[in-house]
Protein backbone atom coordinates (compact mmCIF):
# COMPACT_ATOMS: atom_id res chain seq x y z
CA UNK A 1 0.00 0.00 0.00
CA UNK A 2 0.79 3.43 -1.10
CA UNK A 3 0.81 6.59 1.46
CA UNK A 4 -2.01 8.15 -1.19
CA UNK A 5 -3.92 4.58 -0.51
CA UNK A 6 -3.33 5.04 3.27
CA UNK A 7 -4.37 8.49 3.32
CA UNK A 8 -7.18 7.76 1.02
CA UNK A 9 -8.02 4.92 3.71
CA UNK A 10 -7.78 7.33 6.27
CA UNK A 11 -10.09 9.53 4.96
CA UNK A 12 -12.59 7.11 4.41
CA UNK A 13 -13.10 5.40 7.59
CA UNK A 14 -13.67 9.17 8.84
CA UNK A 15 -16.38 9.62 6.49
CA UNK A 16 -17.84 6.05 7.44
CA UNK A 17 -17.48 7.11 10.75
CA UNK A 18 -19.09 9.95 10.68
CA UNK A 19 -22.40 7.86 8.60
CA UNK A 20 -22.12 5.64 11.47
CA UNK A 21 -22.72 7.90 13.95
CA UNK A 22 -25.70 9.67 12.49
CA UNK A 23 -27.32 6.67 12.27
CA UNK A 24 -27.09 5.34 15.94
CA UNK A 25 -27.69 9.35 17.21
CA UNK A 26 -31.42 8.56 14.82
CA UNK A 27 -31.69 5.19 15.96
CA UNK A 28 -31.27 6.20 19.24
CA UNK A 29 -33.54 8.86 19.01
CA UNK A 30 -30.69 12.04 19.55
CA UNK A 31 -31.62 15.03 18.16
CA UNK A 32 -28.50 16.14 16.69
CA UNK A 33 -28.28 18.10 13.77
CA UNK A 34 -26.01 17.34 10.96
CA UNK A 35 -23.28 19.87 12.54
CA UNK A 36 -23.26 18.59 15.91
CA UNK A 37 -22.02 15.11 13.94
CA UNK A 38 -19.80 16.03 11.80
CA UNK A 39 -18.00 18.90 13.97
CA UNK A 40 -17.01 16.10 16.34
CA UNK A 41 -14.86 14.98 13.43
CA UNK A 42 -14.48 17.76 11.34
CA UNK A 43 -10.35 18.66 12.83
CA UNK A 44 -9.14 15.23 11.73
CA UNK A 45 -11.13 15.48 8.82
CA UNK A 46 -9.38 18.55 7.76
CA UNK A 47 -5.96 17.46 8.76
CA UNK A 48 -6.25 14.52 6.60
CA UNK A 49 -7.27 16.62 3.58
CA UNK A 50 -4.97 19.87 4.28
CA UNK A 51 -1.92 17.74 5.56
CA UNK A 52 -2.02 14.13 4.41
CA UNK A 53 -2.95 13.82 1.19
CA UNK A 54 -0.52 16.19 -0.05
CA UNK A 55 1.89 15.23 1.97
CA UNK A 56 1.25 11.43 0.93
CA UNK A 57 0.66 12.84 -3.06
CA UNK A 58 4.57 13.86 -2.75
CA UNK A 59 5.66 11.09 -1.03
CA UNK A 60 4.63 8.58 -3.21
CA UNK A 61 5.60 10.49 -6.92
CA UNK A 62 9.33 11.48 -5.18
CA UNK A 63 12.87 10.32 -5.57
CA UNK A 64 14.10 12.58 -2.47
CA UNK A 65 11.87 14.61 0.22
CA UNK A 66 13.24 16.88 2.45
CA UNK A 67 11.38 18.12 5.36
CA UNK A 68 12.84 21.21 6.89
CA UNK A 69 12.76 22.46 10.40
CA UNK A 70 13.78 25.63 11.75
CA UNK A 71 11.72 29.31 12.90
CA UNK A 72 11.64 30.16 9.59
CA UNK A 73 9.34 27.43 8.33
CA UNK A 74 7.21 26.80 11.70
CA UNK A 75 4.47 29.37 10.05
CA UNK A 76 1.96 27.77 7.36
CA UNK A 77 3.85 30.39 5.41
CA UNK A 78 7.38 29.68 5.45
CA UNK A 79 9.73 32.67 4.92
CA UNK A 80 10.65 33.27 0.62
CA UNK A 81 14.79 33.35 1.56
CA UNK A 82 14.03 29.87 3.50
CA UNK A 83 12.14 28.12 0.43
CA UNK A 84 14.56 29.26 -2.04
CA UNK A 85 17.56 28.31 0.58
CA UNK A 86 16.07 24.70 0.80
CA UNK A 87 15.20 24.10 -3.42
CA UNK A 88 18.31 25.56 -4.45
CA UNK A 89 20.23 23.81 -2.37
CA UNK A 90 18.79 20.62 -3.29
CA UNK A 91 19.05 21.38 -6.95
CA UNK A 92 22.50 21.80 -6.88
CA UNK A 93 23.46 19.16 -4.67
CA UNK A 94 21.64 17.27 -7.12
CA UNK A 95 23.19 18.21 -10.08
CA UNK A 96 26.49 18.06 -9.02
CA UNK A 97 25.29 14.69 -7.97
CA UNK A 98 24.57 13.78 -11.15
CA UNK A 99 27.51 15.30 -12.90
CA UNK A 100 29.80 13.67 -11.03
CA UNK A 101 28.10 10.12 -11.79
CA UNK A 102 28.13 11.17 -15.35
CA UNK A 103 32.02 12.01 -15.43
CA UNK A 104 32.87 8.62 -13.76
CA UNK A 105 31.15 6.55 -15.91
CA UNK A 106 33.25 8.84 -18.19
CA UNK A 107 30.37 9.89 -20.49
CA UNK A 108 29.53 13.19 -21.89
CA UNK A 109 28.56 15.02 -18.52
CA UNK A 110 27.35 18.29 -20.54
CA UNK A 111 25.52 16.04 -23.10
CA UNK A 112 23.74 14.21 -20.95
CA UNK A 113 23.47 16.99 -18.05
CA UNK A 114 21.46 18.57 -21.28
CA UNK A 115 19.08 15.47 -20.80
CA UNK A 116 18.21 15.72 -17.05
CA UNK A 117 14.76 16.44 -16.32
CA UNK A 118 14.67 17.12 -12.15
CA UNK A 119 10.99 18.34 -11.35
CA UNK A 120 9.68 19.64 -7.86
CA UNK A 121 6.52 17.27 -7.57
CA UNK A 122 5.07 19.67 -4.77
CA UNK A 123 4.91 21.07 -1.48
CA UNK A 124 3.20 20.02 1.69
CA UNK A 125 2.43 22.03 5.05
CA UNK A 126 3.70 20.75 8.37
CA UNK A 127 6.96 23.23 8.38
CA UNK A 128 8.18 23.16 4.44
CA UNK A 129 8.41 19.86 2.77
CA UNK A 130 9.53 19.35 -0.84
CA UNK A 131 9.26 16.24 -3.56
CA UNK A 132 12.05 16.42 -6.05
CA UNK A 133 11.97 13.64 -8.97
CA UNK A 134 14.26 12.79 -11.40
CA UNK A 135 11.99 12.18 -14.97
CA UNK A 136 13.39 9.67 -17.66
CA UNK A 137 14.47 11.66 -20.22
CA UNK A 138 13.08 11.63 -23.87
CA UNK A 139 14.73 8.67 -25.93
CA UNK A 140 15.83 11.10 -29.02
CA UNK A 141 18.22 13.25 -25.91
CA UNK A 142 20.07 10.35 -24.98
CA UNK A 143 21.64 7.51 -26.22
CA UNK A 144 20.91 4.10 -25.49
CA UNK A 145 24.38 3.39 -23.90
CA UNK A 146 23.27 6.08 -21.40
CA UNK A 147 20.49 4.94 -19.92
CA UNK A 148 21.63 2.84 -17.07
CA UNK A 149 23.68 6.31 -16.24
CA UNK A 150 20.62 7.90 -15.22
CA UNK A 151 19.01 4.60 -13.60
CA UNK A 152 22.10 4.55 -11.71
CA UNK A 153 21.74 8.35 -10.29
CA UNK A 154 17.92 7.77 -9.26
CA UNK A 155 19.68 4.79 -6.86
CA UNK A 156 22.44 7.06 -5.96
CA UNK A 157 19.40 9.60 -5.11
CA UNK A 158 17.68 7.08 -3.29
CA UNK A 159 19.88 6.25 -1.12
CA UNK A 160 20.68 9.30 0.17
CA UNK A 161 19.12 8.95 3.68
CA UNK A 162 20.70 5.70 4.10
CA UNK A 163 24.25 7.09 3.67
CA UNK A 164 22.89 10.31 5.81
CA UNK A 165 22.23 7.72 9.01
CA UNK A 166 25.63 6.52 8.74
CA UNK A 167 26.99 9.55 9.61
CA UNK A 168 28.28 9.61 13.18
CA UNK A 169 28.11 12.27 15.69
CA UNK A 170 31.81 13.00 15.48
CA UNK A 171 33.43 11.00 12.44
CA UNK A 172 31.49 8.93 9.58
CA UNK A 173 30.32 5.33 10.57
CA UNK A 174 32.61 2.45 8.72
CA UNK A 175 29.13 1.06 7.29
CA UNK A 176 29.83 4.53 4.84
CA UNK A 177 32.52 2.64 3.16
CA UNK A 178 30.06 -0.33 3.03
CA UNK A 179 27.35 0.91 1.23
CA UNK A 180 29.23 3.41 -1.07
CA UNK A 181 32.64 1.06 -1.72
CA UNK A 182 33.49 2.99 -4.79
CA UNK A 183 35.46 5.85 -3.49
CA UNK A 184 34.79 8.43 -6.17
CA UNK A 185 31.26 7.69 -5.89
CA UNK A 186 31.63 7.78 -2.04
CA UNK A 187 33.43 11.52 -2.13
CA UNK A 188 30.46 12.73 -4.97
CA UNK A 189 27.38 11.45 -2.60
CA UNK A 190 28.81 13.36 0.90
CA UNK A 191 29.49 16.35 -1.49
CA UNK A 192 26.07 16.48 -2.01
CA UNK A 193 25.14 16.16 1.12
CA UNK A 194 26.97 18.70 2.80
CA UNK A 195 24.95 20.39 -0.11
CA UNK A 196 22.10 19.81 1.50
CA UNK A 197 23.14 20.35 5.19
CA UNK A 198 22.25 23.55 6.44
CA UNK A 199 24.04 26.18 8.34
CA UNK A 200 20.98 27.57 10.41
CA UNK A 201 21.65 30.84 8.76
CA UNK A 202 18.51 30.71 6.70
CA UNK A 203 16.33 29.70 9.44
CA UNK A 204 16.49 26.47 9.21
CA UNK A 205 18.26 24.36 11.97
CA UNK A 206 17.36 20.67 10.37
CA UNK A 207 16.44 18.70 7.12
CA UNK A 208 15.04 15.56 7.28
CA UNK A 209 15.83 13.55 4.18
CA UNK A 210 13.55 10.33 3.07
CA UNK A 211 13.34 8.35 -0.45
CA UNK A 212 10.99 5.66 -1.22
CA UNK A 213 11.83 2.10 1.00
CA UNK A 214 14.46 3.37 2.62
CA UNK A 215 14.28 5.31 6.73
CA UNK A 216 14.32 8.93 7.41
CA UNK A 217 16.95 10.60 8.29
CA UNK A 218 18.14 13.99 9.49
CA UNK A 219 20.77 16.77 8.33
CA UNK A 220 21.60 19.42 10.61
CA UNK A 221 24.99 21.33 11.46
CA UNK A 222 26.36 18.55 13.37
CA UNK A 223 26.13 16.62 10.05
CA UNK A 224 27.29 19.71 8.19
CA UNK A 225 30.74 19.69 10.25
CA UNK A 226 30.92 15.96 10.34
CA UNK A 227 30.73 15.97 6.20
CA UNK A 228 33.28 19.00 6.10
CA UNK A 229 35.80 17.70 7.96
CA UNK A 230 35.35 13.78 6.09
CA UNK A 231 35.65 15.65 2.56
CA UNK A 232 38.34 17.82 3.74
CA UNK A 233 40.79 15.05 3.85
CA UNK A 234 39.01 11.86 2.57
CA UNK A 235 39.87 8.76 4.33
CA UNK A 236 41.32 6.13 2.03
CA UNK A 237 40.98 1.91 2.19
CA UNK A 238 43.60 0.32 1.02
CA UNK A 239 45.61 3.07 -0.16
CA UNK A 240 48.24 3.30 -2.56
CA UNK A 241 50.84 5.43 -4.18
CA UNK A 242 51.10 6.41 -8.00
CA UNK A 243 51.16 9.01 -10.76
CA UNK A 244 48.30 9.50 -12.93
CA UNK A 245 47.71 11.53 -16.35
CA UNK A 246 45.14 12.45 -18.47
CA UNK A 247 42.80 16.03 -19.57
CA UNK A 248 41.59 18.38 -16.81
CA UNK A 249 38.11 19.83 -18.86
CA UNK A 250 36.79 21.67 -15.59
CA UNK A 251 37.83 22.46 -11.63
CA UNK A 252 35.50 23.03 -8.63
CA UNK A 253 37.20 25.02 -6.51
CA UNK A 254 35.02 25.28 -3.59
CA UNK A 255 35.29 21.85 -3.40
CA UNK A 256 38.42 21.54 -4.63
CA UNK A 257 37.97 18.37 -6.95
CA UNK A 258 38.59 18.01 -10.52
CA UNK A 259 37.94 14.90 -12.70
CA UNK A 260 41.27 13.55 -14.69
CA UNK A 261 39.85 12.16 -17.78
CA UNK A 262 41.09 9.67 -20.65
CA UNK A 263 43.14 7.88 -18.04
CA UNK A 264 44.87 4.85 -20.32
CA UNK A 265 43.11 1.65 -18.98
CA UNK A 266 41.44 3.90 -16.40
CA UNK A 267 39.21 6.41 -17.84
CA UNK A 268 38.13 8.93 -15.85
CA UNK A 269 39.49 9.57 -11.91
CA UNK A 270 37.65 11.89 -9.26
CA UNK A 271 41.04 14.11 -7.70
CA UNK A 272 40.97 16.05 -4.32
CA UNK A 273 42.69 18.74 -4.37
CA UNK A 274 44.09 21.51 -2.17
CA UNK A 275 44.92 25.02 -1.92
CA UNK A 276 44.73 25.55 -5.73
CA UNK A 277 43.69 29.21 -6.92
CA UNK A 278 42.16 30.77 -9.81
CA UNK A 279 45.04 31.19 -11.55
CA UNK A 280 46.52 27.91 -11.25
CA UNK A 281 42.73 26.34 -12.44
CA UNK A 282 43.15 28.49 -15.70
CA UNK A 283 46.75 26.90 -16.34
CA UNK A 284 45.04 23.49 -15.87
CA UNK A 285 42.06 23.80 -17.84
CA UNK A 286 42.21 21.94 -21.32
CA UNK A 287 45.43 20.64 -20.59
CA UNK A 288 46.87 17.14 -20.02
CA UNK A 289 47.94 16.90 -16.54
CA UNK A 290 49.83 14.96 -14.32
CA UNK A 291 48.92 14.02 -11.05
CA UNK A 292 50.65 11.97 -8.06
CA UNK A 293 49.32 10.80 -4.56
CA UNK A 294 47.73 8.54 -2.14
CA UNK A 295 44.93 6.84 -4.31
CA UNK A 296 42.26 4.23 -3.57
CA UNK A 297 40.93 1.58 -5.90
CA UNK A 298 37.48 -0.60 -6.70
CA UNK A 299 37.08 -3.81 -6.14
CA UNK A 300 38.65 -4.68 -9.83
CA UNK A 301 41.67 -2.63 -8.89
CA UNK A 302 41.11 0.60 -10.90
CA UNK A 303 42.26 3.50 -9.01
CA UNK A 304 38.90 6.15 -8.58
CA UNK A 305 39.83 8.44 -5.88
CA UNK A 306 43.02 10.49 -5.85
CA UNK A 307 44.62 12.95 -3.35
CA UNK A 308 46.91 15.21 -5.17
CA UNK A 309 50.03 15.80 -3.44
CA UNK A 310 51.96 17.21 -6.63
CA UNK A 311 50.50 18.10 -10.17
CA UNK A 312 51.83 19.60 -13.81
CA UNK A 313 50.42 20.88 -16.85
CA UNK A 314 52.53 18.87 -19.54
CA UNK A 315 53.31 20.28 -22.94
CA UNK A 316 51.18 17.97 -25.03
CA UNK A 317 49.70 14.66 -24.97
CA UNK A 318 52.32 12.67 -27.34
CA UNK A 319 54.84 13.51 -24.54
CA UNK A 320 52.90 13.01 -21.56
CA UNK A 321 52.88 9.14 -21.55
CA UNK A 322 49.12 8.77 -20.77
CA UNK A 323 48.48 5.92 -18.00
CA UNK A 324 49.46 5.84 -14.49
CA UNK A 325 52.48 3.99 -12.36
CA UNK A 326 52.51 2.66 -9.32
CA UNK A 327 55.37 2.96 -7.38
CA UNK A 328 54.27 -0.08 -5.01
CA UNK A 329 54.56 -2.29 -7.49
CA UNK A 330 58.13 -1.23 -9.28
Known amino acids: MNWIEFSNEKLNALLQNLVAEGRLAQDLGIDASPA ?21 RITDSSDL ?11 EM ?29 R ?3 SLAKALDL ?44 VTNAIGDEELSREVWELLPDAAERDVTLGALLGMAPTGQRGIHSVDISSPGTPQATLSQRERVVLRDALKRPSLANKRRGRFVG ?9 GRFHLRGVANIGSIRCVVR ?8 ELIGEFVAVSGEYESDKDGRPRLVL ?17 SDPEEN
Open 308 to 324: VEDMEALPSASQAGLGF
Open 119 to 162: RLTGMAPGSLYLGFALIDPEPDLIQTADEPVFARLRGAMRQLPT
Open 275 to 282: NINRQQAK
Open 65 to 75: VLHAEGPSVRM
Open 36 to 56: QIVGASRELLMDVILNSLPLS
Open 108 to 110: NAK
Open 78 to 106: PTLSAFNWLSSSAEKALRQLSGGLFDLQD
Open 247 to 255: EVREIDLDA
